[in-house]
């Protein structure tokens, strides 16, 4: 089991662009092993998957409205999962969840399906994003 905790959130106007963290809120608690994932939820609407990334390989999965905007990675020496987000737009405007399976995912395929709320079992509290002129 991981406890996770966000960070990074907060206001931006479109075209601006922001960095989320994700590490693990407790002590002696290691990402290593775990595949992250981002998802989001926008008030209204049901939770998405954004992005992920496999433990080792660096196999990713990204979300067909971010990709080319939003990239994910991983400092597993420092514990923490980014998912740095550029050219952000009104519609990303949501909470953000880190969220870590404990597969790790390392297919070796070069990329992830999209993530799920089932196979991604271990979340944070969320960040808030909001995308405003």
């Known amino acids: 089991q991981v406890q996770l905790v966000e960070s990074g959130g907060g206001w931006v106007q479109p075209g601006g662009s922001l960095r989320l963290s994700c590490t693990s809120s407790?002590?002696?608690?290691?990402?290593?092993?775990?595949?992250i994932a981002w998802f989001r939820q926008a008030p209204g609407k049901g939770r998405e998957g954004v992005s992920s990334?496999?433990?080792?390989?660096?196999?990713?999965y990204y979300l067909d409205s971010v990709k080319g905007r939003f990239t994910i990675s991983r400092d597993n020496a420092k514990n923490t999962v980014h998912l740095q987000m550029d050219n952000l737009k009104p519609e990303d405007t949501a909470i953000y969840y880190c969220?870590?399976?404990?597969?790790?995912?390392?297919?070796?395929?070069?990329?992830?399906?999209?993530?799920?709320?089932?196979?991604?079992?271990?979340w944070g509290q969320g960040t808030q994003v909001t995308v405003s002129s």
């Open positions: 969220a870590a399976c404990p597969l790790g995912l390392d297919y070796g395929l070069g990329y992830l399906i999209a993530p799920t709320s089932e196979e991604f079992e271990y």
């Open positions: 407790a002590s002696g608690d290691t990402l290593d092993g775990y595949a």
């Open positions: 990334i496999s433990s080792r390989d660096g196999s990713t």
